[in-house]
Structures are given as structure tokens and as C-alpha cells.
């Protein structure tokens, strides 16, 4: 502990943190997710590991001041290695009532409370369902806690009253009061927002002198206010050597399209249609037009993974994305694309569901539905992103194999990893191979004619990896068709002969479990190759998975952890690997869909660990859960 | 790949555009004539065969690819105008012709249909409406007309029926047309000038089911009715028919009128003008029952051309070029790098 000397002659204390997790939380229309990012980014800078847990209701302006309405945001950054967005928090900002009673249960004992008091007038309290006459900063509930009441809402008037703006106009600003506060007490510049600020408002300057007023109005407040007397300090992580961004899943995933079109010299074709979660993707990608990226937003979801699969017929790297209803439209389309054996990424960030379900809400329940859900033997390559910066890793895996297989791929990623964000040690565009596009121009079969033999294209004759060739609209003397009806071998010609089908059916599928040999083999995240426990884990889970496994193995545990993200086919060694184990526990946010598979392909038992809240694993049940299993 | 189609210099015949697969439509059926009719016209466009696309969804009109010895996609039931979208939309220089039916394109595939149209890539529909399912083996179509009897309709169809061409001019179509299966030399004058619109051309073409649905059409077709029920459109004439062009259609305000030619002065009948969209409306509403009494006749040739829209692609296209000018060409790693980055040393 260092104490520091402030200039009001106080006694402040300064508190170094080896870790801190602080949840932001409000209505929709407070600003929450800002404030939240611009505290990620200026950790970011400063060299913390960092993740973080957008939390936010499904309207976009739910009713003010109610439970259904609060928004939240949770940052989880350190000195030390972070994997997950964190359990329980130390520090809660709370814009209202309701934003305190949805997370009280978040925060951990001797946490602080951070209250804007406005929030807690008789109708926020009212409408947080309290008991009529019950504040909860007043009557002791609280106890356990540290609570800081800040008049957030006059000071932020008070502050900009001269502004000439309307009170309305001037209490979209209170973010920045709260943010200004937050980036005091963790002792962090102001530099990084002012200048998000500068970019934000390029077309209104007023704005950005008034928004920076009230966020140094909030540093001020804790500066001079005798009532805060520990500031905090969490220094940077030892992180790998190396230049470092932050990221969000989707912004990774459609980083990793571009430069997969990049790398295989072809012109990306995005047709989407929007849907929560995965919007941000076509957001993202619409922005970089000038990479050539063809961005088509669709009028539904069939047209959407339609148009790609014409782009991608025309040679182009057709590529679709969505959430799980929108992939259950697609599903016809994806069997299309199955039949005509071409390039085709379809990605799914996957929801809480069935149905609409949960739309803001995380889950990993549509495996099954990736690797099965189509009529017909129709085997799709499936692979997963496990953390927001592996999506552009898996994004780009997803466009290689795809492109260089001629299959249909399926990117799994989910809204956990897709709005979360953690710091990403980027690669150089040198550094990413290359992606091996051959459009055939020769014919490839001899063929007995009148006038003898002669020379002919056929669109179904494979290469060493069952690959057909890719022969595309404007090549000369290549003009073929293809379509969803059964193929006779080689010729591609209509053919409802049985032999042929039953022979298509199964080079349709040794097709895919080709790909085995062409992806990285399984690796034990931590831990040793044979052992007691191994925890198996697939997609999102495994920040919470590692911090839960590295913790146990300190504590003497015998526990490894593997983390599959080649889904389909697996990983060619992975039964080797599940074989070294007594117990393989698999958790997942879902009722159990990869253990099926898993007991289905190595006839293995497992030990299922299931949860289906729309939110992540806390690493505390994880490691209660390989605790128990290890005894 | 170049953004205008390229033209070709030998000529090649009809029997270039034939592929060699065996034509299994039934014997009879006017799918026969219509692909006859597309073949002809081929060689006339200039364009090489490879770069030529058609895309069907599925029905029976929708095998009409495998038939082309061009490059063919057969995909599945309503989403051939998708998936042409796409294919256009990122290979401009291909020529891009759907070949659809009245259940693929109105029924399944209406949405797709209807955004083609508004969205106006330059791709060439062709919808055979025959209005019957034909390949589910005769089950009433949204062409189908009120009391037509069907398998699946045995006491009559109660679903009224599509104007399909007056659903395309209130998609925003900018090229519509109407012709049919037992006028070669009509269908073969308009599907050119489909070619030659830069947009989405839409052509309706009537085509006989002789299984399922055999005469749906023959008032318009057959000799001894035709020139009473049908009115044939040419830009620039008076709009008039009858067995010796006795009958002219006249405007009282916006309501139609027949007259006999011989009682009105040439001034009063009315011109047709295909950029004339007010009366287009009005043409694409000649969809009376013609068992009707004072029925107007129905009309083919070309309804509506619009060419001042600009087309998706080029749209699209154009956009890509202007981003790439006010940021310069993507540079990958500044992509990697983002706005803000840190080091760890």
C-alpha cells in the first residue's frame, strides 16, 4: 500500500489491485455500453489484460427505471492473466434502482456500491419494485457493502448549466460524470476518451467541449471530495511481448473475412440479413468497402445465404451470417450449397433459444443444429471460435477450408465472445498464409464420341482431397451446370440411379473427414496429457474453463483442459487424448449437445456440466464442479 | 473481370446453345417452343456462351438450364432470383437470365422476386405461367383462376389470383413485358429487347401445360379467338385489334374504352408509349376475366421500359470505387492494427 499526499493536504490511499472486476450498470438509454467501452480501451492502453461482458436487455429502449431495462456492462481487468469477464464484482455503478437490485447479487461481499442517487427517487424505487418506503442505500440492506451516493444528475446540470442546452440534451451526459469518477478512482488518463470524444462529434464541436467538461467534472469530483479515500491501481499484465489492440468477437470475425479474401485474392460477398447478435458483423464489413468487400443486405434470411452461394458460383468467396433462426431459414440453402459442392462460410453467433428465445443472451445450443439439422446425409465442416480475438482465427480457418475443400463451412462463435472484448497481440498480413484458389480453365476427362474421343469438362471429378474443381461463369469451353439434384459421378449429370447415390452420399461425407488431415491436431490447454480429470470444452467457455483449471492444478488438483475448436471433423487425435483420462467433464451452455457427439463418435462416458441462463460459466462453479470430480 | 459484357465475333447457331442433355418435358408441353425461341435468340445477343448464366429454382420451367450449353445453376424452389442477385451483383460482366414458374416465382419466391425488381440488377427474368403446379402433378398455382378445378382445388380454387404483372410495376419494375408460348416470332422480338434493357427485365410469358392445365391460354392463342381477345403493343401505335384491327382502345379520362376504328379520328386513339408509366398502371390492369362481357382484350408486347434507374451493380460497384478514393485501397495491416494499439516490452 503507498500513501500519497493530495494537494488539499489530504490522506488518500493508494490500493494496488492484482485484479478488479467493475460492473456498469443502468437503463438502455444511459449510456452504459459507452462508458463501459471507453473504460475497456483506456485499460487496454495502459497495458491490463482485459475482458468484458456486454449484458443488455433485447428493446432498445426498454421502460426507464425498470428491471427489464437495465443494461449492464462488466470489465474484468488486471496485472495479472484475465480469461474471463469475472464472477462476482468489486465495484458496482448503478444509474438507478433497478440497475442496483438486477446486479446486487453480482457483487461480492465488501464490494462498493457506486449510486447515482437521482436514480433512487420514489419512482425509481416504485418502479424497482421495492416496497413502498424502502431505499435500500438507506436501510441498512446494504451493510456489506461501501456505498458511495453521488448526486450524479445535479452535478451533471450544474456542471453544464450555462451550456445553453435543455435538460434533456444535458442528462445524456451523466455517463461521462460517472466515467470521469471511475477513471479517478483507478488512477487512469482522460486522454484516450477526449479523443474518442474529438472523433465522435467531428460534425457537432460543441459537444466535445461539453461532454469533456462534465467528464472532467466527474475525475474533478473525486479528486477534491473528501469522502473517497482509496484509489486503486492495477498496473499493466505481463502479457507476451508484442503490439496489442483490443477486440470484439464480431469485429474479429469480420477482420478475418477480409483478410481471408485478402489472402486467396478473391472479393468477399457478405449477404446477410440483420439479426442480434450478429449484425455487427455486416456493420463492421460495411465499412471497409474500400478492401472491395461486397456487403448485400438481403431481404430474409434464404435470400441472404442465397445471394452468397450465386457470388460464390460466380467465384467470388460468398459468405453469410446470422443467428440461430436465421440459420434454421438457411437450412435448405445450406444443403444446396452441400450438393453443388462450392465455397460457402456460413456463420452462426449463436443466442439463447429456441425460437426468438433470448436474443441479447448467450448460448451454444445450436451445434446439433450445425453438424445435423438438415434434410438428407448433408455434412457441413463446423468449427468455433473459443474468445473474441479467436474469431478472426477461426473466421479465416473457416474461409480456407472452405475455399481449398470446395465444402460449406459453418463458423460457430456466440454472443458472449461476439460483443465481448479482450486484448489481441494481432498478426501482420505477412504472417497469415496464403490461400491456395485455383479456378480450373482446362478440361479434365476424355470422353468417346462419334468422330472419336474428344476432350470434356467434368464438374464432379475430385482431386486427392475428394475436392471438385471450381470452373467458373466466363471460362471458355468450361459451361457446365450444376444444381440440388443428385449428381452422377464425375459428370455431374442428373442421376437417380441408386448405386450412384449411395457412392455420392458417401464421398460427400469423406470429403468432410478429409479435412481431418488438413487442421492442427488437439493440444492440452493446461495441464498434463494423461491424468484424473480432463475438463472438454468447446467455443465460449474456455476463458472460464482455463481460469477454473489453472487455479485448481495450483491447488494440487489432478485436471487438464482441452478445448476443441475444429468441431467437425474433430481433431484426429482427440480420442487418443480423451483416452488418457478416468473422467471427462464437459461443460457447456446448452443441455449437453457436444458430450452426444462425443459419447456417439469414441463411445466414452462423460460427466455433463450444463448450464442454460444465457450467461457465462463463473470460473468459481467451474472449479467447484472439477473439485468435486476430482476426489 | 470487366464490368461490361464482353461481344463476341464468330457467330455461333442456335445448336451451340443447345447442351446435350435429353430434353424431358412432357411431349407437348410449350416449354418446348419457349426454349426453342431462347436458343435462336442467343446468337443474335453477341455475347460468348461462357459468359452467360441461367439460374432456376425449381418446377418444370426450372429445368431449363441443364438444357443451355452455357454455365447453369438448378437450385432449389423460389430462390432463383436470390441467387442470380448475387451472381450478378459480384460478376457484372456475366449475362444473367431466371427462368422461372408461377409457383416459384410468385408463390415461394415472391419476396425474392418483388426485392429483385426494387433493388433492379440487370438480369433477365422469364416467368413461364402456365397457372398450374405442373411437376407436384396439378395442384392450382397464385396464377390459378377463382373456381379453377385442380387436384388439390376439386370444388374450385377459392384463392384469387395474382395480376403478376401489375405486382412487378408495383415492385418497381423497369422493364415489363407479356408474350406466349405459341408466338415465336413475338417472343423472340421481345426476349432481345429484354437483353437490351439495363435493369431487371421481367417478361411474362403464357405457356400451355397440355397435362395438367391444356388451354388455360387458347382464347389468346388459337387463331379463331386471337386477334379478338388480344391486343398486341407496339411503341409509337394506336392500341388496336379485332380480325381486321377494327377495334381500338380510346381513353375517357383514365378509364379505357373500345371503339370501332372507323368512328373516331386516328387522334383519339390511344398511342402506347412504353415510358409512360402513368399508363402502364392502366395496361397491366387489362386483366379481365375474358369470358366477361365487355372485357378489354389482353395485352402483349411491352408494357413499361424505364432505363434512367441506375442498376445494383452498378450502383454497387460505383460506391466500392468511391470509398476506395476517399480512403485509398484497403491495407490489411492497418485493418490488423486497428485505431489504438499499445506495446508490451
Redesign the interface.
Known sequence: MITIKNENTQQRVKKELKESVILFAGDSGDGIQLTGTQFTNTSALLGNDISTFPNYPAEIRAPQGTLAGVSGYQLHLGSVNIYTAGDLSDVLVVMNAAALKANIKALRPGGIIIANTEGFGAKNLELAKYPKGVNPLKDGSLDKFTIYEIEVTKLTRACLADSGLGTKEIDRSKNMFVLGFLLWMYDRSMDPTISFLKEQFKKRPELITLNEKVLRAGYNYGDTTETFTTRYEVKAAPMPKGIYRSIMGNQATAIGLIAAAKKSGLTLFYGTYPITPASDILHELAKHKNFGVKTFQAEDEIAAISSAIGASFGGNLGITGSSGPGIALKTEAIGLAVMLEIPLVIINVQRGGPSTGLPTKTEQADLLQALYGRNGECPVVVVAASSPSDCFTMAFEACRISLEHMVPVILLTDGYIANGAEPWRFPSSKDLPDIKVNFTTKKNAVMASESGPIEVFHPYKRDEKLARPWAIPGTKDLEHRIGGIEKENETGNISYDPENHELMTKLRQEKVDLVANYIPEQKIDNGKEKGKVLVLGWGSTYGSIKTAVIECIANGIDVSHAHVKYMNPLPRNLGKILKNFDKVLMPEINNGQFSKVIRDKFLINTVNFNKIKGVPFSSGELKAKIEELAK | ?SSSIVTLTDKPTAKDFS?D?EVRWCPGCGDYSILKQVQTVMPDLGI??????F?AGIGCSSRF??Y?????????H??AT??????????P??SVWVVTGDGDCLSIGG??T??LLRRNLDINVLLFNNEIYGLTKGQYSPTSHEGQMTKSSPYGSIDRPFNPLALVLGAGGTFIARSMDRDPVHLRGILKRAHEHKGTSFVEIYQNCNVFNDGAFEIFTEKSTKKNETLFMEHGKPLIFGANNEKGVKLDGFKPVIVNVADVSANDLWIHDERDGMKATLLTRFFDDPKKEGHLPRPFGIFLIEDHHETYETS?AN??NA??K?????D??A???????????
Open positions: 473481370m447442351s442433355q460468348p456462351r461462357e459468359n452467360i448464366a439460374v438450364p441443364y443451355m450449353d452455357t454455365y447453369g445453376l438448378h437450385s432449389i423460389g430462390r436470390a441467387i442470380a442477385s448475387g451472381l450478378k451483383a459480384s460478376r460482366d456475366l419476396n425474392h418483388i426485392h454497387m460506391q466500392i470509398v476506395i476517399q480512403k485509398g485501397d484497403g490489411l495491416d485493418l490488423l492494427r486497428g485505431r489504438e494499439t499499445w506495446n508490451i516490452n
